[in-house]
């Protein structure tokens, strides 16, 4: 039940927008956004509940489309700090299943 | 400061040894993980523990062992058994599970000779 991420890698320039898709073949309860730098920790940036809205906090939101078992990752105006590899995880149905991971999307951003 | 910690950072060992990795954390949660990431790839779950004295097998637990005697430590033994055992491993914690976020630790980088 890995979800599935899309694109694999993505590269930008300074200020371009970027959107990752991250699709399950499950109905979701939650979606979890993570991204991670070379050699480091995952860092936390967002969760998306079933029936919740969009979220997101300064150029990067997201949304979960609940028909399409599908959450999708906007980058906007992208800075180079946005660099690093995007994983999704998903909850599938019920709130006491686990957290499964996606591959990651790789995202560079070049000046 | 509240955080989960990891160590040591760069492991080395040779084949046929067991090791084991730390994992703390001072954050008060109940549930616990550990996972593996091979270069380019996802994260694989190996075990999680939601409560003391119980844990559960991931999805690659085969070679790998833990225990959960205190609700602040999850140590995980690679064990001879494990095939492949280099790799990046880390640690992360919850509040509760799954649909809680969950707060990862620096990670351990394996290497075995």
């Known amino acids: 039940q890995q979800p599935v991420q899309s694109p694999q890698a993505v590269i930008l320039r300074e200020g371009e927008d970027a959107v990752i898709n991250c699709s399950s073949s499950k109905a979701l309860y939650s979606v979890h956004w993570y991204r991670q730098k070379h050699g480091e920790a995952p860092v936390f940036l967002m969760i998306l509940l079933k029936g919740g809205e969009q979220k997101g906090h300064d150029k990067i939101s997201a949304s979960f489309n609940e028909k399409k078992q599908q959450s999708s990752l906007y980058l906007t105006a992208s800075q180079l700090s946005y660099s690093g590899t995007y994983f999704c995880?998903?909850?599938?149905?019920?709130?006491?299943?686990?957290?499964?991971f996606g591959e990651g999307t790789q995202l560079t951003v070049n000046p | 400061d509240g955080g989960i910690t990891q160590s040591p950072k760069y492991l080395f060992r040779k084949e046929g040894q067991n090791v084991t990795l730390s994992c703390e954390q001072n954050?008060?949660?109940?549930?616990m993980y550990w996972y593996r990431q091979d270069p380019g790839q996802g994260l694989r779950l190996i075990y999680y523990?939601?409560?003391?004295?119980?844990?559960q097998k991931g999805d690659i637990a085969e070679g790998y062992s833990v225990s959960r005697e205190k609700k602040e430590s999850f140590p995980l033994t690679v064990t001879s058994a494990q095939k492949n055992p280099t790799a990046f491993y880390l640690c992360a914690s919850s509040i509760g599970v799954a649909a809680d976020t969950q707060y990862f630790g620096p990670g351990t980088r394996l290497t075995v000779l």
């Open positions: 523990s939601q409560i003391v004295n119980d844990f």
């Open positions: 954050l008060n949660h109940d549930a």
């Open positions: 995880g998903t909850v599938v149905g019920r709130s006491g299943s686990r957290l499964t």
